[in-house]
């Protein structure tokens, strides 16, 4: 009997990563928080970032739904741009930052 067309088009299906290998495979992700884009160059061309904020490692982990993903926290301190004026003339909160991207 001839393959339909739509038997010849679904390729085999590579089994999922178990929690394990992920983490063993996965590298970490590194994100860098700013006020600024980062199509931001000098006069060299180099990118540069004149409102970095703070920077976050997110770790491979598998999560209790069965996802695998990254996930990192870390409490940083935002200046407020237009905010009131504090003793050193920027006003500052504390942000708690998590992120976990995931797939499934």
């Not at 299906?13 to 000098?42: M, R, W, Y």
Request: hydrophobic share 30%; charged share 25%.
């Amino acid at each position: 009997m001839a393959k339909t067309k739509k038997e010849d088009s679904k390729a085999p299906q590579k089994a999922p990563l178990s929690g394990d290998e992920f983490q063993k495979k996965a590298l970490p992700l590194h994100v860098s928080l700013s006020h600024t884009p980062p199509s931001i160059k000098n006069q060299d061309e180099e990118p540069i970032d004149i409102g970095h904020i703070d920077n976050l490692t997110l770790l491979p982990t598998s999560f209790k739904t069965g996802n695998c993903g990254w996930k990192g926290n870390k409490r940083i301190i935002v200046e407020l741009q237009n905010g009131d004026t504090g003793p050193d003339g920027k006003e500052k909160v504390t942000v708690q930052l998590t992120y976990a991207p995931l797939f499934s």
